[in-house]
């Protein structure tokens, strides 16, 4: 009999005798790792949100580590074009994904992707929350959330709201209300939430979801209703949670993270989430992330696993009843 020992059985045998002489540890997460340089693939185009905190974090990852983190930017499609080139890079954990819960709760959902959420793909952080605020424009004659409900019901369908798109959190906040609070809202989506913003402030349309309206509360020239959620927004202590105003439980949210390939080794996630949350506990790092808008957090992989898992179901079920699911 003949053996034929192929270049792709003698890597496996490799891999094996080396995890074994390891203790059954992976051969990547020990004191070690990372001892190479790190790429980090930004789904989006560069001056964004998701650029500033990759830039923020990959300098300190770098600091911290001695290797240096690229940034190779992928965007397109909302990015699930990054999302979809990322998932065929070897899961060794010297590749990252910037990401946010959309990746989990709404494109594997809306657009042809070449991941399961959860299956494929993790997340190993949570970076912070950008709070989705209701507001509208100052002609609507409402101040509260209870009032907002009672005007929208009298008013069935004249009320409108602006988002950045069909699929967007700002979107499925709206049909997330409409079906919470038993209303009827009219959508129109604009090209990116500036332009929708713009289009409540002049009335075109009426209500917005979104961290971006803060200021224009601020300024008065939007009028605050409430924050998604459970918690208010230390930005607008005043604003009441939509908790507060009588809607419980889930709500749409937004928060950014960063993703791995799930069948990454454990010791490797585990490893990437102590290093990443020993930057993100940085005091100045903090500071910074909060001038960008967001409020930033602490997790372990099962607290932001969860986070993912909950917001899949959740975003899910409004996509489905809002029928923008497709077949993946």
């Not at 939007?222 to 927004?233: E, F, H, N, P, S």
């Amino acid at each position: 009999m003949t053996f034929s020992l192929t270049r792709r059985t003698f890597l496996a045998a490799t891999a094996l005798v080396s995890a074994s002489a390891l203790g059954g540890r992976s051969a990547f997460a020990d004191d070690t790792f990372p001892s190479r340089k790190i790429d980090y693939i930004i789904p989006y185009n560069a001056g964004g949100m998701s650029d500033n905190l990759s830039r923020l974090i990959g300098e300190r990852l770098t600091a911290a580590t001695g290797q240096q983190v690229i940034n190779d930017y992928k965007p397109g499609a909302g990015g699930a074009i990054g999302a979809n080139y990322f998932i065929g890079t070897p899961a060794d954990g010297y590749t990252l994904l910037q990401s946010t819960n959309s990746f989990y709760g709404i494109i594997p959902f809306v657009t042809k992707v070449q991941y399961k959420p959860l299956t494929d793909l993790v997340p190993l952080v949570l970076i912070g929350d950008a709070p989705m605020v209701i507001a509208v424009n100052p002609a609507v004659p409402v101040k509260s959330l209870p009032e907002l409900i009672a005007y929208a019901k009298e008013n069935p369908g004249k009320l409108a709201y602006g988002t950045a798109g069909k699929g967007t959190v700002g979107h499925l906040s709206g049909e997330w209300l409409q079906k919470a609070a038993g209303i009827e809202l009219l959508h129109i989506p604009y090209n990116g939430a500036p332009a929708a913003l713009q289009a409540v402030l002049g009335n075109e349309a009426q209500v917005f979801f979104g961290p971006e309206a803060a200021q224009h509360i601020t300024a008065g020239t939007l009028t605050g209703i409430a924050v998604l959620g459970d918690k208010r927004w230390d930005k607008l202590p005043d604003l009441q949670s939509t908790a507060e105003g009588g809607l419980t439980g889930w709500a749409p949210r937004s928060w950014h993270t960063i993703s791995i390939q799930a069948s990454v080794p454990d010791d490797v996630k585990q490893k990437l989430n102590s290093l990443i949350n020993s930057v993100l506990e940085q005091p100045d790092v903090r500071e910074k992330i909060i001038s960008f808008g967001l409020i930033p957090g602490i997790e372990t992989l099962e607290q932001v696993a969860q986070r993912a898992k909950d917001d899949a179901e959740q975003f899910g079920g409004l996509i489905r009843d809002a029928g923008l699911a497709i077949a993946n």
